[in-house]
């Protein structure tokens, strides 16, 4: 007996393209299959760690909240300053988590550069939180950022220019003039990336501008909190 095999599916044509989708075709080609082979495999790769990150952030979450109860537990939320999808806030900003370290680099730099103290990092703190995204900071009255830096008395303004001018030269930031002054924008560059290149300058008794054991701190908290990729260490 002779068994007839089954008769191969049709499989419909495909519809016809338009002269755009040809166009298209003809000028976009096709992923290489070993970038989407690659593409793929970052995303395996990617997928576990952020629901790691947020499975290690639950749980630091809840254990501040269980440690809060035995020293405090007469402390409620609304006592304090909470920031999460139950607690929504606003006017908060986000920097850095090695900020203090930076600002604390800085005012070392700035006293072995100019031979006395100048605490421009508060400066470069302020700017910080008035930093609104794409690095970009607009100063709208100096006065205001200067008294929040610290700087008061008759000659803040002229202070807060002077620090600015410290942070620009030991290039943290850039700036340009506007209607608001002479440093109306202002540019908060990568301080990750400005650590790096002042690791290997030195003053002129040959003292290292960040020392080893700064370096090392800065290397040891970026290792911390995630982001060791920023010194490429």
């Known amino acids: 007996m002779t068994t007839v095999p089954d008769p191969l599916p049709v499989v419909p044509p495909a519809p016809p393209q338009s002269p755009v989708q040809a166009a298209v075709a003809a000028v976009v080609p096709p992923a290489p299959l070993e970038a989407t082979a690659a593409s793929l495999l970052a995303s395996t790769i990617e997928a576990p760690n952020v629901r790691q990150a947020q499975k290690k952030g639950e749980k630091a979450k809840q254990t501040n909240i269980d440690l809060r109860k035995v020293h405090w537990a007469d402390v409620k939320d609304e006592d304090i300053w909470l920031l999460s999808n139950e607690h929504k806030r606003f006017g908060f900003a986000q920097v850095p988590r090695t900020l203090s370290l930076v600002i604390n680099i800085i005012n070392d730099i700035a006293k072995k550069k100019y031979g006395k103290a100048i605490p421009a990092g508060k400066t470069y703190f302020a700017l910080w939180l008035h930093h609104y995204g794409e690095g970009l900071v607009r100063i709208a009255s100096e006065a205001q950022i200067a008294y929040e830096a610290g ?13 600015m001018e410290v942070l620009k030269e030991i290039g943290f930031v850039d700036f340009r003039k506007g209607v608001k002054g002479p440093m ?21 008794t040959g003292e290292k501008l960040v020392s080893d054991e700064q370096y090392a701190a800065l290397v040891e908290r970026v290792n911390d909190i995630g982001s060791r990729s920023e010194l490429g260490e």
């Open 184 to 204: 109306h924008y202002v540019l908060l560059l990568n301080p990750y990336n400005v650590m790096k290149r002042l690791r290997d300058e030195k003053d002129e």
């Open 151 to 163: 700087y008061g008395g008759q000659r803040n303004v002229s202070t807060f220019r002077q620090h």
